[in-house]
Nanobody, 117 residues
């Protein structure tokens, strides 16, 4: 069973930066969508950004201009560069990798990001 493993979370002051990484423990065939989601306490999980295999991206309005996703298709790795972090970015961040139809769909275990004011 392939697993996604996230790393790079932690505690940072407002205005700071973090870089999250997501790596697959094995080969996942036909990965098309890769993305990051987050879930803050007492809130629903929400999309942060998704990228297609062709490089098309869709960012949540709240992170546009501050966060940048990148991927390495050969290695099945996905990174999220987060700049100008705000306390409201505090959440558990999850990596997701899926095929085109989402019937092959993997999630990571999550990594905590805490932004102090």
């Amino acid at each position: 069973q392939v697993q996604l493993v996230e790393s790079g979370g932690g505690l940072v002051q407002a205005g700071g930066s973090l870089r999250l990484s997501c790596a697959a423990s094995g080969i996942i065939p036909n990965i098309y969508h890769v993305g990051w989601y987050r879930q803050a306490p007492a809130k629903q999980r929400e999309l942060v950004v998704v990228m297609t295999r062709a490089g098309l991206t869709s960012y949540a309005d709240s992170v546009k201009g501050r966060f940048t996703i990148s991927r390495d298709n050969a290695k099945n790795t996905v990174d999220l560069q987060m700049n100008s972090l705000k306390p409201e970015d505090t959440a558990v961040y999850y990596c997701r990798q899926s095929n085109y139809d989402y019937d092959i769909d993997y999630w990571g275990q999550g990594t905590q990001v805490t932004v102090s004011s």
